[in-house]
């Protein structure tokens, strides 16, 4: 008998390669990250040792507590909103912010990074949908945001990372993937050298991670197919 996250993560990761196959990718290209914001540390572990090489949690401090029993056997991503007090503990732990949606909180990330001798690996947050209860740079500014930031010396700019409106019908989120896609076509285009270093779109998760996928996504954030409500 399956445990029940063995069987969810063997449909998700099924779930994926079918998505990847119809954008005609492979699904090797496609990185899952487990969200285990709420989940207790044993269940965590339990995805582990089934093969889970991605860990996203979404507040420091309770990563803190996790990553103390977990330690770096796995990557840890920061998916959530970040405050720039919480910075120096969140580089302590974190392999990858995905979250970086202001110059302020930016800045603080290559200060904090240069006086530790280390550099950061970031996504930048767009919010494509406009929605005011959303974090993220707006579209219309990203272009001119990824080029500051690419400036920063203790700063690597990987990609780009967003979040769809809550929608009963996962092909309505499409436009919002779409949009992130085309950002990063965009920049190809203002920007070449600048976009072969930002080789992660971080979108999807357990609502509409297939159109994210067919959309362009490499990285997908899932928890709730995964570990359940
Ligand atoms: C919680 C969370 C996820 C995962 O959401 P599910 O719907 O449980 O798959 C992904 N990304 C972010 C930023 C989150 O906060």
């Known amino acids: 008998m399956l445990s029940r996250i063995e069987k969810n993560l063997k449909e998700v990761k099924e779930r994926i390669a079918r998505a990847a196959d119809r954008a005609g990718r492979g699904s090797d290209e496609i990185k899952l990250v487990a969200v285990t914001k709420d989940v207790p540390v044993e269940r965590i572990k339990e995805a582990i040792e089934l093969g889970v090489k991605i860990i996203g949690e979404n507040r420091a401090q309770e990563a803190r507590a996790k990553y103390e029993e977990i330690g770096s056997l796995v990557e840890w991503h920061m998916v959530g909103h970040l405050q720039r007090n ?3 503990r969140v580089l302590n732990i974190f392999d990858l912010i995905h979250s970086v949606d202001s110059l302020p ?3 603080e990330i290559d200060r904090r990074a240069l006086e530790m ?3 950061a690996d970031i996504l930048i947050e767009v919010n494509t949908s406009g929605e005011e209860s959303k974090f993220g740079i707006r579209p219309d500014e990203a272009l001119d945001f990824m080029e500051e930031i690419s400036e920063f010396a203790s700063i690597s700019l990987l990609g780009l990372m967003t979040m769809a409106p809550f929608v009963g019908n996962p092909e309505d ?6 949009r992130l896609r085309e950002l990063k076509e965009e920049l190809t285009t203002r920007n070449s050298q600048l976009a072969t270093k930002m080789k992660y779109l971080s979108m999807g998760m357990t609502q509409d991670f297939e159109v994210a996928i067919e959309e362009g996504a490499n990285m997908v954030r899932i928890g709730t197919a995964i570990f359940g409500r």
């Open 117 to 119: 001798g280390k550099r």
């Open 173 to 178: 989120a499409r436009p919002y993937f779409k």
């Open 86 to 88: 919480k910075v120096k």
């Open 105 to 107: 909180l930016a800045k």
